[in-house]
């Protein structure tokens, strides 16, 4: 994978599931190259926001996002870690890109305060 770091600002990385197994059985993707990735852009640059997307009944377990952001933190804790709830607009934009929408529950936004003590 190439970077050009000099022309990127800010880089935003998207962290889902810790789990490997939970992360393979919703992503159909291992997790290990996604952390690799993210500890080899650590060497580059610390302008770096993480972001945790919250899928409910999917990664808003508090043990999936202790898990994510203690790990986040032991690589160095003055990255932060953001909670991106869900946007129930998601179907709709996958079919504009003529893309299948594989995510088959309905789901609502988490609330303002079910958020912010899922932050806590």
């Known amino acids: 994978m190439r970077f050009?770091?000099?022309l990127?600002?800010?880089?935003l990385i998207d962290l889902k599931i810790a789990d490997p197994s939970e992360h393979r059985r919703y992503t159909g993707a291992d997790n290990g190259p996604i952390w690799?990735?993210?500890e080899?852009?650590?060497q580059r640059t610390r302008n770096i926001a993480v972001r945790i997307p919250v899928i409910p009944g999917v990664t808003d377990s508090e043990d999936n996002v202790r898990s994510i952001a203690a790990r986040v933190f032991s690589i160095d804790p003055s990255?932060?870690?953001?909670?991106l709830n869900y946007n129930p607009a998601?179907?709709?934009?996958y079919r504009e890109l003529g893309r299948?929408?594989?995510?088959d529950r309905k789901v609502a936004p988490l609330t303002e305060s079910q958020l912010a003590a899922l932050a806590a």
């Open 90 to 93: 998601s179907p709709g934009k």
């Open 4 to 6: 050009f770091y000099g």
């Open 40 to 42: 080899r852009l650590l």
């Open 79 to 83: 990255i932060p870690v953001e909670l």
């Open 36 to 38: 690799s990735n993210f």
């Open 100 to 103: 299948a929408y594989l995510f």
């Open 8 to 11: 990127v600002d800010h880089f």
